[in-house]
């Protein structure tokens, strides 16, 4: 038997990546010091969206994409939520729309101007309530304009119809909180991993759990879709307390199609897929490299390629999307790392290293662009449809562009399965637990002032009837 090591030609051999100058970062940026394991950031090719530090309620920072270097120490906020802001993600298809869920238990849709914002945005276009705890992920269809997914830490999942702006589904089949979820690529299968150390695939829109795992040599933390490849890929901890991926086929969660260990820190692995070029990267939380392999579908399936290497620990990740990238730079993946201690954030850019100056089509296959395949009614009825897909040889252009309409709603009840989610909602957060404590307090000196004012005037009424008693005999 041959000593060497098996040797696989790949195109993606010799990626590399390539951090931006110091004038296309983010300087002076206030990044949130949540312990939460997300990534606090989200990109689009306009803006980029990053959760702040604050205090008395939660808020987050979106800023244009060209608009790099310092930032103004007055910078306006999105600072609605009452809560800790716990994830932001951008719509695919409308790209002024992000989405943001919070310690106060709801989620919130927020249009952004054109140009960016100029003074801070206190009102949201929609604001969803229906979880009875505070929501941790949110997630947005991959086809379909107006759904959004929100799991919550009442271990409910809320299929939300923008539209309406209602819950059209409540998927109830997790034991404890759900820690990521990830959608195949026509959104037809959700992949959910909790902290049960469970992993499911659940079809959304019955709730019904078709594969279940529970493997003991492999603790789930978070799950994505191999694209088409009837994949799943999870990372997580060994029972050696080393961090480890997994490779499962999504039709059978009985066990690890191939398990791997990465090494033995402690922090939380991130994994990201590109599905074009089928590419796998893994971010450490708090740590400052990045890995990267290509999947295939035969053996050895996971092919390690290369590693990014930086002094700095990364807080979280934001990923551009593929019709943002420079494509004549042969861009195939751009992160925006967020670095806590240096309020900075900045652009590693994952580079193909090519000769020719041309455009290259064996690294920019046909790839999901910003048209949505599907409306939300269409896609609740049980139609699904692929992504439509774009080139991105001539720089992309959309045909037209969509108008995000929100539904003008009153306050009622919410009811999901019988159940009224908005009732005796309790609160989930100490900063929310105070200000109800204060306005209770508030609203009983208030009440006690206004009992002792009447207590008077009714004392100085029964002082007048009793003159008014002694005066009429005198007078009769």
Known sequence: MSWRPTYRSSKFRNVYGKVGNREHCFDGIPITKNVHDNHFCAVNSKFLAVVTESSGGGSFIVIPVPQSGRLDSHYPKVCGHQGNVLDIKWNPFFENIVASCSEDTSVRVWEIPEGGLRHNMTEAVLELYGHSRRVGVIEWHPTSSGILFSAGYDYKILIWNLEIGEPVKMIDCHTDV????????????????????????????????LQQASYKNHRVNRVVFLGNMKRLLTTGVSRWNTRQIALWDQEDLSMPIVEEDIDGLSGLLFPFYDADTHMLYLAGKGDGNIRYFEITTEKPYLQYLMEFRSPAPQKGLGVMPKHGLNVGACEVYRFYKLVTLKGLIEPISMIVPRRSDTYQEDIYPMTAGTEPALSASEWLSGINRDPVLISLKEGYQRPHQLVFKAPVKEKKSVVVNGIDLLENIPPRTENELLRVFFRQQDELRRLKEELTTKDVRIRQLELELNNLKNVSPNNV
């Open 178 to 209: 759900i820690l990521s979820m990830s959608f195949n690529t026509d959104g037809s299968l959700l992949a959910t991993s909790c902290k049960d150390k469970k992993l499911r695939v659940i079809e959304p829109r019955s709730g019904t759990v």
